[in-house]
């Protein structure tokens, strides 16, 4: 089992850059990617973006050019910049091992003001 622990969220108005970090303890050597998800209220949970230990990334069409997954060993970072009232969510960590299994982080809350 691996277990996430995220930080970085909050309140940030439009225009503005945030920077979530997550880190992975316990079966780490397992994991094969770490990325983000975001669920804002009343809409399932979307992939935001996501790392593979060979350093592919894949991201969500809408963040593309703003936002930015990168790993430094147990810890994945999400850098968001030109944020927008649109990415208003909370924020989950996630990491997929071979198994496959997924596990999650506790979520970090998001919020862009206009």
């Known amino acids: 089992q691996v277990q996430l622990v995220e930080s970085g969220g909050g309140l940030v108005q439009a225009g503005e850059s945030l920077r979530l970090s997550c880190t992975a303890s316990?079966?780490?050597?397992?994991?094969?990617?770490m990325g983000w998800y975001r669920q804002a209220p009343g809409n399932e949970r979307e992939l935001v973006g996501r790392?593979?230990?060979?350093?592919r990334s894949d991201y969500l069409d809408s963040v593309k050019g703003r936002f930015t997954v990168s790993r430094d060993k147990d810890t994945v970072y999400l850098q968001m910049n030109s944020l927008k009232p649109e990415d208003t969510a909370v924020y989950y960590c996630?990491?997929?091992?071979?198994?496959?299994?997924?596990?999650w982080g506790q979520g970090t809350q998001v919020t862009v003001s206009s």
């Open positions: 996630n990491a997929v091992s071979y198994g496959p299994r997924n596990d």
């Open positions: 790392i593979t230990n060979d350093g």
């Open positions: 316990g079966r780490v050597f397992s994991i094969y990617a």
